[in-house]
């Protein structure tokens, strides 16, 4: 076998790879040694900017195979019968972390996924949780900074976070959920995921239902314990990011199988909350999961950077048949997340190859940096034109819909959809049992002994009145660990 040539970015070989050019075997190094001027300049831009958010994640290429017919709700080619596949990219992450930091922190854990269909890219960017702490993006860079670091001595702080959890009751339902053993996955192969927005969808006789996106994984729910992942976070911080590779280089590939809820239009007007508020679940009873597909991880990108740092998801990567809804926290996505990769990765992140449309992507976009014009060529980049032969085609015609108001105002996002307790309630009575319960206090417990400073009791007991609309008993397990004396003022606010 030949073996190759050491060469330059511009193809050419060079020989001398380990010793700088000096003046005599001690002397100064010369400007003139191009070689080692561009593997340091080059040295020096290996990384671009991390995510604000998701920075640490892991990354796998796979298979989505369609096992049930739901054509019935959507025109979208991937599911017009069953059988069809489509190859797919996953990237999991923890969400308020650097890059360099715990697989296993008390963090909720991104589930973003990329479909490479026939009708261009479809991008599902949710979490392994079905809601969110916030139902509307313009609270989020606050929200995000208080998981991040204080200003003045870039520390983690337990008060910033309870502060503004506090103040905003919407959050009760995430927070039970984080601060249960669900915080701690262990790893992402023994976790569920969730698109948590409410989105739509559109069949061939123009009619839309409301739909959420569930993915249950099939290698059973795993979760560690408070004292586990603090300790694995010692021993392996990159323990998600291991266990994910072996289990694919292994041969065991992980599969989650992929439901969706379905509400119509009609149901939604009588539904007993916001339908589009991600702080609320829709109740499985009432609400029942169709089974729609399989989806299998069974490769790890060659590059890690190349694939998993330079993938790019959005939620306005949708595909004719799947469309958005008015969630608030949704439409800001639409807008951010796509924002976020031009600054991020570019202009032309579509371009690269974990990001790029296998099949066509014809338009009229130009330029920019790291533009590769392989595709398009010499073609035209305005439109209309005399010389292409690119024509929109009616059939993919967005869908029409009349809005309920033509009233334009900052509504409060509040209004006739104040209840923040039952669901997080029902959590807590229903869904968990007695070990969850008690790792739950627990976990809440040891994370508010760190509120700390002048506000302290302040932030506690309007957190105290939370629990206590929730769940009674929680409340007083919560109140009794930490200390505080109930009187009848918390009792009656959590009436």
């Not at 533009?371 to 073609?379: C, G, M, P, R, V």
């Not at 819909?401 to 307790?421: F, P, T, W």
Request: include cysteine.
């Amino acid at each position: 076998m030949d073996s190759k040539k050491l060469t330059l970015s511009n193809g050419a070989p060079y020989y001398e790879h380990q010793d700088s050019q000096t003046v005599g075997p001690r002397g100064p190094v010369l400007l003139q040694d191009f070689i080692l001027q561009e593997n340091l300049a080059h040295f020096v831009r290996e990384r671009i900017p991390e995510r604000i958010v998701h920075a640490k994640g892991s990354g796998a290429y796979g298979t989505f195979t369609v096992t049930h017919d739901i054509s019935q709700y959507t025109k979208a080619k991937l599911f017009s019968k069953v059988g069809n596949s489509c190859r797919m990219f996953a990237r999991f992450s923890t969400v308020g972390g650097e890059k360099g930091s715990a697989d296993t922190a008390r963090d909720p854990r991104g589930f973003a996924l990329k479909f490479y269909t026939e009708d261009g890219n479809w991008d599902l960017v949710g979490n392994n949780t079905p809601v969110f702490f916030i139902k509307d993006a313009k609270k989020f860079p606050d929200f995000i900074h208080t998981q991040k670091r204080v200003p003045k001595t870039n520390l983690k702080s337990a008060t910033m976070m309870w502060d503004f959890w506090s103040l905003n009751p919407e959050s009760l339902h995430q927070v039970l959920i984080l601060m249960s053993d669900r915080g701690t996955p262990y790893g992402f192969r023994h976790m569920h995921g969730f698109g948590s927005h409410t989105f739509s969808m559109i069949n061939d006789q123009n009619e839309r239902v409301w739909v959420k996106f569930h993915f249950k994984t099939k290698q059973g729910v795993k979760n560690f314990t408070d004292a586990e992942a603090v300790k694995m976070a010692g021993e392996n911080p990159d323990f998600a990011q291991e266990d994910l590779c072996d289990a694919i280089e292994n041969g065991n590939f992980p599969k989650w199988t992929l439901y969706i809820q379905v509400m119509t239009e009609e149901q939604a007007k009588d539904f007993r909350w916001n339908p589009f508020d991600v702080t609320k679940v829709w109740f499985h009873d009432d609400f029942p999961l169709i089974e729609v597909g399989e989806m299998e991880l069974n490769e790890v990108p060659v590059n890690y950077f190349a694939h998993v740092e330079q993938s790019v998801f959005s939620p306005s990567s949708l595909i004719n048949g799947i469309s958005f809804s008015p969630d608030k926290m949704l439409q800001g996505r639409l807008f951010s997340y796509p924002d976020a990769h031009r600054y991020r990765v570019g202009v032309n992140a579509h371009q690269l190859e974990v990001n790029r449309c296998p099949f066509a992507v014809n338009n009229y976009q130009r330029d920019g940096y790291m533009a590769d014009s392989s595709h398009y060529q010499d073609k035209p980049n305005y439109h209309p034109n005399s010389f292409d032969d690119i024509k929109a085609d009616p059939a993919y015609q967005g869908y029409e819909y009349e809005l309920d108001s033509a009233h334009v105002a900052s509504y409060n996002r509040n209004d006739n959809d104040s209840d923040h307790y039952t669901q997080p309630g029902l959590l807590y009575s229903k869904a968990m049992n007695a070990e969850d319960r008690n790792n739950l206090v627990q976990n809440i417990v040891g994370s508010m002994k760190g509120i700390s400073g002048p506000k302290k009791d302040e932030i506690i007991n309007r957190q105290l009145c939370h629990f206590f609309r929730a769940n009674i008993e929680l409340g007083m397990k919560v109140a009794s660990q930490l200390n505080v004396n109930i009187d009848a003022n918390m009792m009656n606010h959590s009436k």
